[in-house]
């Protein structure tokens, strides 16, 4: 298990941006396939992005050319970078891990994640 930690969310208007990081424990960090995951109110968790240990990067459909990830293995952290932001964004989003996939980077089994971080975009 890694040891996720996120910060960063906070209340924003429709049409501004905001960076997320997700700061993670261990000398291994590198090697881990890294995700944003949200969840909304009544709603399942929703795969948001991942990047894997080579750069390699997917998102999904409903934020693909808003949403950036990125990592920064000397600091041990992920970012999203979130821009263009809409009310449907609106969610407790969480920091994930893992090291198993199974064909695509959002197919990745996440088994270490962090307490999450709300992110509130009004209209």
């Known amino acids: 298990q890694v040891q996720l930690v996120e910060s960063g969310g906070g209340l924003v208007q429709a049409g501004g941006s905001l960076r997320l990081s997700c700061a993670a424990s261990g000398r291994t960090f590198s090697s881990y396939i890294m995700g944003w995951l949200r969840q909304a109110v009544g709603r399942e968790r929703e795969f948001v992005a991942a990047i894997g240990s080579s750069g390699r990067t997917t998102s999904s459909d409903s934020v693909e050319g808003r949403f950036t990830i990125s990592r920064d293995n000397a600091k041990n952290t992920v970012y999203l970078q979130m821009n263009s932001l809409k009310p449907e964004d609106t969610a407790v989003y969480y920091c994930?891990?893992?090291?198993?996939?199974?064909?695509?980077?959002?197919?990745?089994?996440?088994?270490?994640w962090g307490q999450g971080t709300q992110v509130t975009v009004s209209s």
């Open positions: 994930a891990a893992g090291r198993y996939t199974y064909g695509s980077l959002r197919n990745t089994d996440f088994d270490s």
